[in-house]
């Protein structure tokens, strides 16, 4: 008889295979899934009218690390898709704002995301896949109750 897979593995399966998707298709732009993650927040603040987005604001979001943000925000520079520049408000601060190639890239990733997402649910019918996503959301507010680290 063969061993049903446990919750956790099918979960990281999952996680893995949708990362692998978004990396294949980020490296066609130079970028990590990650880099893009970012670029994704950041295009998305501007288009909302946020004026000034720092650093800190992407470490929240993202929940990482300031040492990894730097670096991510360190190369997304040096390829030319953000700019940071001194804060207006907080001179301690870098205000990053996204540049002509990378502009709008929330919309990019959500299509890809998208696309993705319906290839892994090949299949599944347009009520399956409304009833998957509900799951997800309620998992997603089980974890924000009780306050478990994202």
Not at 14 to 26: G, L, N, Q, V, Y
Not at 81 to 97: A, G, H, N, T, Y
Request: hydrophobic content about 35%; glycine content about 4%; proline content about 1%.
């Amino acid at each position: 008889m063969e061993e049903e897979l446990s919750y956790g593995l099918k979960i990281a399966i999952i996680d893995r295979t949708f990362k692998r998707m978004m990396d294949k298709w980020a490296s066609d732009m130079g970028l990590t899934f990650a880099q893009i993650r970012v670029l994704k927040e950041i295009s998305e603040m501007e288009e909302q009218g946020i004026s000034e987005i720092n650093q800190k604001d992407l470490e929240k979001y993202e929940k990482v690390s300031h040492p990894t943000m730097t670096g991510i925000l360190q190369r997304l520079e040096s390829k030319g898709f953000v700019k940071c520049c001194p804060s207006e408000i907080d001179k301690r601060l870098k205000k990053i704002s996204c540049t002509d190639q990378s502009k709008n890239m929330f919309k990019k990733l959500d299509a890809k995301d998208y696309q993705v997402f319906h290839e892994m649910c090949k299949g599944f019918s347009q009520e399956e896949i409304t009833m998957l996503n509900s799951f997800f959301d309620r998992m997603i507010a089980n974890i924000s109750q009780d306050k478990i680290d994202l």
